[in-house]
């Protein structure tokens, strides 16, 4: 029975019929001040509107925010955190439950692991451990596998070389993630091999600084080309002068197997 409630979990979050999915975090609040965080409750009521799958909320906003959301689009529930105010960005926190996570109605949730880094020993205890929580209680469980690297790839900035991004994503799958939130490489044909050696959906985070709308488009293109399911991206879409019509342009790419251009169309609306 706990298949059958992750798969009834799994399909508000990651359309059964497309198998395409936008899941967009909002829950950057304790990282730093972002006025379109102060109340954002008509910007999700837009986001949802627009057709996202998704949000990825701490607790705090979601009770905040559930009235704009609940019953339309999944509810992706985060159980680790780090602040901004820490010195080592890597140094997450475990600080709820998955039964918490049930308890708000969360379809499901999502904990970080920085592979490769100094922390790796005790996060990946933790989320085995969360794992097996979600395998009993039959809620998907969203790995954001995030490589360190082996050279001087800083977290956040990039670039991460295929084999980093590979081995991280391959560790979630082997842990328990039920769906890989991970970055770009930025190239294509070395994120098919990151594709091809992960056993579960595999969807991109945000990841660096882009110049402008365009070629966010362009690199969602590359990634669902690349047999990803789509992205699980916020600051980049709720940062964007129109997020809803970012949305419409994203879903022309991801489910109409639209171009970049005839998607560009999407962002005057």
């Known amino acids: 029975m706990t298949e059958l409630g992750k798969r009834i979990r799994m399909n508000r979050i990651l359309d059964p019929v497309t198998k395409t999915t936008i899941i967009i975090p909002m829950d950057h609040a304790v990282e730093g001040y972002f006025e379109q965080l102060e109340d954002p409750r008509k910007l999700i009521q837009s986001l949802v509107d627009a057709g996202v799958n998704g949000f990825l909320m701490r607790r705090g906003l979601a009770k905040f925010s559930s009235l704009q959301f609940a019953g339309r689009v999944g509810f992706i529930y985060r159980i680790t955190s780090a602040t901004s105010l820490r010195n080592k960005v890597t140094d997450q926190s475990f600080v709820t439950t998955v039964e918490e996570a049930i308890?708000?109605?969360?379809?499901?949730?999502?904990?970080?692991?920085?592979?490769?880094?100094?922390?790796?020993?005790?996060?990946?205890?933790?989320?085995?451990?969360?794992?097996?929580?979600?395998?009993?209680?039959?809620?998907?469980?969203?790995?954001?596998?995030?490589?360190?690297?082996?050279?001087?790839?800083?977290?956040?900035?990039?670039?991460?070389?295929?084999?980093?991004?590979?081995?991280?994503?391959?560790?979630?799958?082997?842990?328990?993630?039920?769906?890989?939130?991970?970055?770009?490489?930025?190239?294509?044909?070395?994120?098919?091999?990151?594709?091809?050696?992960?056993?579960?959906?595999?969807?991109?985070?945000?990841?660096?600084?882009?110049?402008?709308?365009?070629?966010?488009?362009?690199?969602?293109?590359?990634?669902?080309?690349?047999?990803?399911?789509?992205?699980?991206?916020?600051?980049?879409?709720?940062?964007?002068?129109?997020?809803?019509?970012?949305?419409?342009?994203?879903?022309?790419?991801?489910?109409?197997?639209?171009?970049?251009?005839e998607a560009r169309i999407e962002l005057s609306t």
Do not use: Q
């Open 103 to 261: 308890r708000l109605g969360a379809d499901a949730v999502a904990a970080t692991v920085f592979v490769g880094s100094e922390d790796e020993k005790e996060d990946l205890r933790m989320f085995g451990l969360i794992a097996d929580e979600c395998d009993k209680w039959g809620i998907p469980l969203l790995g954001e596998m995030m490589p360190i690297g082996t050279k001087d790839a800083v977290p956040f900035d990039g670039p991460y070389s295929y084999e980093d991004v590979r081995i991280a994503v391959r560790v979630g799958c082997e842990e328990g993630a039920d769906m890989i939130k991970t970055y770009y490489t930025g190239d294509p044909e070395s994120f098919k091999k990151i594709v091809r050696y992960s056993t579960v959906p595999v969807t991109i985070a945000g990841g660096p600084k882009i110049r402008n709308v365009i070629d966010i488009l362009k690199m969602v293109k590359e990634v669902m080309n690349s047999g990803a399911v789509g992205i699980c991206m916020g600051r980049k879409i709720w940062t964007y002068e129109n997020p809803p019509a970012l949305v419409r342009a994203l879903l022309k790419i991801m489910v109409d197997k639209a171009s970049v251009e």
